[in-house]
């Protein structure tokens, strides 16, 4: 039996070579800036931080506690605690999903760019993937002709990710519900990663796509809205309870469950996650006003479409320019981390992904640096 291998995965690799470099910039981050231990436990009375450093550090479930799926679940409209499911953040909830619906044989469909999880594990597990390219001058979304010349009836999968990450585009909800009856057409799932959803900087959040569609699946975490990735908490929602039941029985060959400590300060959060999540929004919308004016100065040189969600935004740089090369440069040379587009494909090699939601001083001294450069 030949053995399986993942593909590179070239966004985490990028970040292992220079992310935790000493004294590097990091101008990369799809997060907020963080919260720390003192902060979540300040948000409550001494009796919380008491039970907090008398927690029993056994295994806990591995669905995740009834209390804490019952957080997740209030923050969608239609969902109860039994339709969630914990995992150790996002990343694996979209592992487990391929490794326990999609066999080979069968394709899934995946917006490009995306995070390479889902195409990866497909791969590795002999899955075809038919990947829908976004284009900035349609908005980066999707061209729904095109999604349905790529699903037929071995579609197990459509996987979309919006709010984009790394673009910050939003689906209307008419939008959402024409790619679900596409979608539901060829009795393939309709999967949403959803870590953006909550970081709205215009508006109101984008509805959950489970509270929209019946069978549909949604995929959220705590990094991404709180900046809380040193949790490593995440979830998958449903209404699915096969499928969900599908994701506990293979988590025990994963990770099992949550760390007790983690699952904690989690549901603390969630308690208070407006509180949390106010100061690094009101942060991004500052940054991003700053990104906007740097783009309007450069007369051209540069180029976006401004994001509606999220922390990152995707900028194109002339097209003498190669991303590759301008941000290894600004890593090795000037200690300031962006992601260049190459790492989601060669269609966005003159693209960059810049993140906004660090606090105003770093982002204005990042941003400075990168227009010295141009």
Known sequence: MTPRHFPPFHLERWFAEFEFVPGMRNLAASCPFTVTTRELLELEDAETTARYLSLNLDYIENPGSESLRHAVAQLHTTLKADDVRMTTGANEALLLLIWTTVAPGDNIVVEEPCYDTVPGVAQALGIEVRRLPLRQEDGWKPDL?????????????????????????????????????????????????????????????????????????????????????????????????????RISAARDYSTMCNS?????????????????????????????DQLAEAIMRSQGALSWQRPQTGYTAFVQLPAHLSSSTFCRYLAQEKQLLLVPGQVYGSAYEHFFRIGFGCTPPLFQEGLSTILAEL
């Open 145 to 245: 002709e095109q999604l349905a010349r790529l699903i037929d009836q071995q579609t197990r999968l459509v996987y979309l990710n919006h709010p984009h990450n790394p673009t910050g585009s939003q689906l209307s909800k008419e939008e959402v519900l024409a790619i679900a009856e596409l979608t539901e057409h060829a009795g393939a799932t309709l999967v949403n990663d959803e870590v953006f959803r909550l970081i709205a900087l215009d508006g109101e959040p984008m509805p959950s796509i489970v509270d929209l569609v019946d069978h549909a699946v949604s995929i959220g975490d705590m990094t991404k809205p709180w900046g809380l990735g040193g949790l490593r908490v995440g979830w998958i929602a449903s209404r699915q309870h096969e499928l969900l039941q």
């Open 260 to 288: 007790a400590p983690a699952a904690f300060l989690a549901e603390l959060a969630l308690r208070h996650w407006k509180h949390v999540r106010a100061p690094r929004i009101a942060a991004a919308r500052t940054n991003r």
